[in-house]
């Protein structure tokens, strides 16, 4: 079946930026999908990319699609202690599948 | 907005009851579906319905079942609550498959 992969953690300083990263198998992906997980919380949609942009951007938040490499990041600029989460990726194809990644537990160090 | 209600943010409970989690979405959904999280195995799909009175069983069934009566509501039932069913249990919704999903906040689920 299809498949999507991140790294488990990451740490960053305050004020740094935080990239994470994210590849999927699907090659008739239409959407890619970044949620947030704050602890003890669900699942929140943050942003979304349709499959024939490469970049998308929200305030702090930039989203890099590399369609070739099946490739997709998650840049937050200036980091701060309420950017601590778990973060998914997510792909669908807009068919049956909607498939998400393990996460990404971003840590933000003072 | 779209809001995913889940009937209990904590629930405890002994080994061998019935147990219902309850999900409520109020955008006139399709589909709903419900996912355990755990941690380093990430979502796992649980069950799914894309219309009233029908389901589909995802990745991890067993033990499980599912109710949709009405559209906006969605159960899961565990019939026999065991140790191993203690989890993060997660509710979304979509307006049709393969679309964005929308969750609730989770119930977190001890099964003593």
């Known amino acids: 079946g299809e498949d999507v992969e991140q790294s488990l953690f990451l740490s960053v300083r305050e004020g740094d930026s935080s990239v994470i990263n994210c590849t999927y198998t699907d090659s008739s992906s239409t959407y890619l999908y970044w949620y947030k997980q704050e602890p003890g919380a669900g699942l929140q949609l943050l942003t979304y990319?349709?499959?024939?942009?490469d970049m998308k951007q929200d305030q702090r938040l930039t989203v890099l699609l590399n369609k070739k490499d099946k490739h997709l990041s998650l840049r937050i600029a200036d980091t701060q202690t309420g950017d601590s989460a778990i973060y998914f990726c997510?792909?669908?194809?807009?068919?049956?599948?909607?498939?998400f990644g393990p996460g990404t537990r971003l840590s933000v160090l003072p | 907005d779209v809001k995913v209600t889940q009937s209990s943010r904590y629930l405890v409970k002994r080994t061998g009851e019935k147990v219902f989690l309850e999900c409520v979405q109020d955008?006139?959904?399709?589909?709903m579906f419900w996912y355990r999280q755990d941690p380093g195995l990430g979502l796992r799909l649980i069950y799914f319905?894309?219309?009233?009175?029908?389901?589909e069983k995802g990745d991890i069934p067993e033990g499980y079942s599912v109710s949709r009566e009405k559209k906006e509501r969605f159960s899961l039932i565990l019939e026999s609550a065991s140790t191993n069913q203690t989890s993060m249990y997660l509710c979304?919704?979509?307006?049709?498959?393969?679309?964005?999903?929308?969750f609730g906040p989770g119930t977190r689920l001890l099964v003593l």
């Open positions: 955008m006139d959904h399709e589909n």
């Open positions: 979304a919704s979509s307006p049709g498959l393969g679309e964005t999903q929308y």
């Open positions: 997510a792909e669908t194809d807009y068919g049956q599948n909607f498939v």
């Open positions: 990319i349709f499959s024939n942009m």
């Open positions: 319905s894309y219309d009233v009175k029908m389901k």
